[in-house]
């Protein structure tokens, strides 16, 4: 692994309309700003950012991790969290650092956001920091990189 691997953001259902929905829990930042942030902590490691509202293209996504050699990943997978064992078993495959990352704190809301699978097989999950969790975790896996290789 070198310098140039780069490593994967992806973003599950309905992430496409942060900043345009719900300002109160998600907060006024849009997608293409997190985008810019997440870039913009990566620095000179290259960074695939891409979100699906469809659970298959998630699931490839990490096989282009996976079969290209990404150094790690961060995922919002969203309700995918909850709900998808087809995700969960696309990342047990991966074998390097993965952050579990939300928006919100999904331990302070209902309950049907309470049960991560995702989160039994992530390095770390960061939650609650709003938008800015993204750049946090974008500098905690290249921390977990750099600590490993
Ligand atoms: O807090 C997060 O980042 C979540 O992953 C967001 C998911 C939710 O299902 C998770 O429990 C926590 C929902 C994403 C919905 O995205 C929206 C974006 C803008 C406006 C409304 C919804």
């Known amino acids: ?17 942060l900043g345009k929905r719900e ?44 079969e290209g050699g990404a150094a790690g990943i ?11 064992i087809a995700v969960l078993d696309a990342l047990k495959m991966f074998p390097g650092p993965i952050i579990e990352l939300h928006i919100s704190n999904i331990h302070r809301r209902e309950a049907i956001y309470h049960n ?10 960061i939650a609650g920091l709003g938008p800015q969790g993204y750049g946090v975790a974008v500098r905690a896996l290249l921390g977990l990189i750099t600590r490993k290789s």
């Open 1 to 17: 692994m070198t310098a140039e691997t780069p490593i994967f953001v992806l973003n599950g259902p309905n992430l496409n309309r």
């Open 74 to 84: 961060v995922i919002n997978p969203a309700a995918l969290t909850f709900t998808s």
């Open 116 to 125: 991560s699978l995702v989160s039994r097989i992530a390095t770390a999950v």
């Open 23 to 66: 300002p109160e829990i998600y907060g006024h930042t849009t997608l293409a700003e997190v985008e810019a942030m997440c870039r913009a902590a990566a620095g000179a490691r290259p960074l695939r950012f891409h979100q699906s509202n469809y659970e298959g293209q998630i699931v490839d996504w990490i096989h282009e991790a996976i």
